[in-house]
């Protein structure tokens, strides 16, 4: 059983908004804020760690980002403002995971 996740970046708070799933969330959120990859995220620059959840799972994780990403604007805002209030970037508390 490996750990997955579900996460989403912010450009800022109420900003653009990317949603995306990762076995090893350090290393992606990593390769996001150093514009490993190019894509939507550092076309927008999403590069806030605002949201994720942990999964055993890889099907369930990516049936959950599916409902993310299917969801309306203001369900994944609400869910952030739910989860991190402050909208603070958790990618430091993620490196002590």
Same mark, same amino acid.
């Given at each position: 059983? #490996?750990?997955?996740?579900? /996460?989403?970046?912010?450009? $800022?708070?109420?900003?653009?908004?990317?949603?995306?799933?990762?076995?090893?969330?350090?290393?992606?959120?990593? *390769?996001?804020?150093?514009?490993?990859? $190019?894509?939507?995220?550092?076309? /927008?620059?999403? #590069?806030?760690?605002?949201? /994720? *959840?942990?999964?055993?799972?890889?099907?369930?994780?990516?049936?959950? *980002? #599916?409902?993310?990403?299917?969801?309306?604007?203001?369900? $994944?805002? #609400?869910?952030?403002?739910?989860?991190?209030?402050?909208? $603070?970037?958790?990618?430091?508390?993620?490196?002590?995971?």
């Amino acid at each position: 059983m #490996k750990t997955c996740f579900v /996460y989403i970046l912010a450009s $800022k708070r109420n900003g653009t908004l990317y949603i995306g799933v990762s076995s090893n969330l350090v290393k992606r959120i990593y *390769e996001h804020k150093n514009i490993i990859r $190019k894509g939507f995220s550092s076309k /927008y620059s999403c #590069k806030l760690l605002v949201y /994720y *959840e942990v999964f055993d799972d890889i099907n369930l994780a990516i049936k959950r *980002e #599916k409902q993310l990403k299917g969801g309306s604007r203001l369900q $994944k805002l #609400k869910l952030i403002d739910s989860f991190n209030p402050d909208w $603070k970037d958790l990618y430091a508390q993620i490196c002590r995971l």
